[in-house]
């Protein structure tokens, strides 16, 4: 009881504060929140479908619905229609930007035009497979002289549903035998037997040899970035999800509990678990909240009585984030979470609210009103 009062009060907030920043908003693209406001990105940046994302949970429920979210995150999906058709901004995140978008939309009403997005975006997707290597290549050459053909980083785990969302919805298996391909080179990998996870994982391209580890947004090679571990735990989880297998599963729960083990008293984790001193420690809310779901996700997985320790996990951290990050009075501020932390080793969007803080945070709340259906 005493739960479901804080997560009533805190969908209100929630609602209230969207209400008044999707004015200014409206079908745009935010970001990371600088001095208050949100700073818009271009729809082809990999965080695009977190704020149509969010709209969509919100409308979703009858205590929340507003036929305005529904046209913002409706025009928003339709931007992304150039980014898609244009090719050359693709990357791999492309199940963030039309999971939380199309897929979400076609989930909602079973709308054609939607479909037909999300499966050509889950065909560019599968493009991306490298067959020596087992994976799905991460970025492109953005810089000169870029060479990252071999490269497969960890958050791409979250792209993985749109491939098997492409497989359940049109009944061909082949979206599926890539992600789990791609999954099982997550597990051989990228997750340690501690639990931790690398970011980057470099593979010779042409052979498919693993090469090296690369330390990317997490401090060092071989410290253990945050975020990075909440993509694992809410991949893997969805992974089993979708496909049902078990390795998937244990292996949300082994990088859970190394998540777990190491958060800090209020429940809401540094940027990276393992920081020499004199380093800042500055939290990352977005990695708390994302793995909040993951753990959420491992809960409705198992039984009863193993639930309760990832229950119990996912209330804290959310209900911490509600408590003591949350800017809910702050008129001044558009962030719904504050203290998120995008990339410390390039200082770009460090201790600010982040949108997919924002969303996940907004995800994990209707997971505890006793929704669990996801736009993944
Ligand atoms: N996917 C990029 C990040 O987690 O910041």
């Known amino acids: 009881m005493e739960q479901i009062k804080w997560v009533n009060e805190a969908w209100e907030k929630v609602h209230e504060k969207v209400t008044r920043t999707s004015i200014r908003i409206g079908a745009r693209f935010p970001h990371a929140s600088v001095d208050g406001a949100y700073v818009l990105e271009a729809?082809?940046?990999?965080?695009?479908?977190?704020?149509?994302?969010?709209?969509?949970?919100?409308?979703?429920?009858?205590?929340?619905?507003?036929?305005?979210?529904?046209?913002?995150?409706?025009?928003?999906?339709?931007?992304?229609?150039?980014?898609?058709?244009?090719?050359?901004?693709?990357?791999?995140?492309?199940?963030?930007?039309?999971?939380?978008?199309?897929?979400?939309?076609?989930?909602?009403?079973?709308?054609?035009?939607?479909?037909?997005?999300?499966?050509?975006a889950a065909s560019v997707l599968s493009g991306r497979f490298n067959v020596k290597g087992n994976y799905i290549r991460a970025w492109n050459p953005w810089g000169e002289g870029d060479r990252n053909e071999g490269w497969?980083?960890?958050d791409c785990m979250m792209n993985l549903p749109l491939l098997y969302w492409a497989s359940e919805t049109t009944g061909d298996p082949r979206f599926k035998h890539l992600a789990m391909e791609h999954a099982d080179t997550v597990l051989a990998h990228f997750i340690r037997t501690d639990g931790s996870v690398n970011h980057i994982v470099i593979f010779d391209p042409q052979t498919g040899e693993f090469e090296s580890v690369n330390g990317g947004q997490g401090y060092a090679p071989n410290s253990a970035w945050s975020r990075g571990a909440s993509w694992a735990i809410c991949g893997m989880a969805l992974s089993y999800r979708y496909t049902g297998e078990i390795r998937y599963l244990e292996a949300a729960k082994r990088v859970s509990h190394f998540f777990m083990a190491n958060l800090p008293e209020d429940s809401v984790p540094h940027w990276d678990f393992r920081l020499p001193p004199g380093v800042e420690r500055y939290r990352d809310t977005s990695a708390g909240a994302c793995?909040?779901?993951?753990?959420?996700?491992?809960?409705?997985?198992?039984?009863?009585?193993?639930?309760?320790?990832?229950?119990?996990?996912?209330?804290s951290i959310l209900r911490s984030l509600y408590e003591n990050y949350g800017a809910w009075d702050n008129q001044e501020e558009?962030?719904?979470?504050?203290?998120?932390?995008?990339?410390?080793?390039?200082?770009?969007?460090?201790?600010?609210?982040?949108?997919?803080?924002?969303?996940?945070?907004?995800?994990g709340l209707a997971r505890l009103k006793g929704n669990s259906d996801t736009f993944w």
Not at 293 to 303: K, N, P, T
Not at 335 to 350: A, F, K, Q, W
Not at 356 to 363: I, K, M, R, S
């Open 43 to 120: 729809p082809h940046w990999w965080t695009a479908g977190f704020w149509p994302g969010l709209l969509w949970l919100l409308y979703r429920d009858p205590e929340s619905r507003d036929e305005r979210f529904k046209d913002i995150a409706e025009a928003c999906e339709k931007q992304l229609d150039d980014v898609l058709i244009g090719y050359d901004q693709l990357d791999h995140d492309m199940g963030f930007m039309w999971s939380l978008t199309s897929v979400a939309r076609y989930k909602l009403f079973g709308e054609e035009q939607s479909r037909k997005r999300a499966l050509l």
């Open 152 to 154: 497969a980083i960890i």
């Open 291 to 315: 793995a909040a779901c993951g753990l959420l996700e491992i809960a409705r997985s198992v039984s009863e009585e193993e639930a309760a320790l990832y229950q119990k996990a996912a209330d």
């Open 334 to 363: 558009e962030g719904l979470i504050l203290h998120g932390t995008s990339h410390y080793p390039e200082r770009r969007n460090v201790d600010v609210p982040l949108i997919y803080g924002d969303y996940f945070f907004v995800e």
